[in-house]
């Protein structure tokens, strides 16, 4: 016997209630860090060193404050990065990518890629996206070995 629709109403309210859109995996990921910004910080986080609220502001796409600290605060509650005292100085914070922020590593060096192979105006150094596409495993593991412990 086929659910009825208000058996069905019911399953997509209780799963707009939890946020999600779908129970679809691509969704999920695209909840998390499907903004136009997310993926930048991490990016920012994971690739280029950055840790600090300023070296993110420095990022050559001019995120504003606002966005910036609500990004923050959302890759903080999804469990991608976490914020801590800076130990020199105990009232700057810093942000450390979280071992669920470094498995997304793949994705972004395949985005690299990919936006490399189709944007003529890439920023990509050329040797890294060779490098990328030559053995993305090794990338990884020199990123993983150079970034700090969360």
Request: aromatic letters at 6%.
């Amino acid at each position: 016997m086929a659910p009825s629709v208000n058996a069905k109403k019911k399953t997509a309210a209780a799963r707009n209630a939890n946020g999600r859109r779908s129970n679809c995996p691509i969704a999920f990921g695209l909840d998390l860090f499907g903004d136009r910004w997310s993926l930048l910080v991490l990016r920012d986080m994971l690739l280029h060193g950055k840790r600090t609220f300023g070296e993110m502001l420095q990022s050559e796409e001019g995120i504003a404050t606002n966005i910036l600290t609500d990004r923050l605060t959302r890759l903080e509650a999804a469990g991608l990065i976490v914020r801590r005292s800076v130990p020199e100085n105990r009232v700057k914070r810093e942000y450390l990518a979280t071992r669920k922020a470094c498995d997304l590593l793949p994705v972004l060096l395949e985005i690299a890629s990919w936006s490399a192979r189709y944007d003529p105006d890439t920023g990509a150094p050329p040797q890294f996206i060779a490098r990328i596409r030559r053995d993305r495993d090794a990338v990884i593991r020199d990123i993983l070995r150079n970034l700090p412990e969360a």
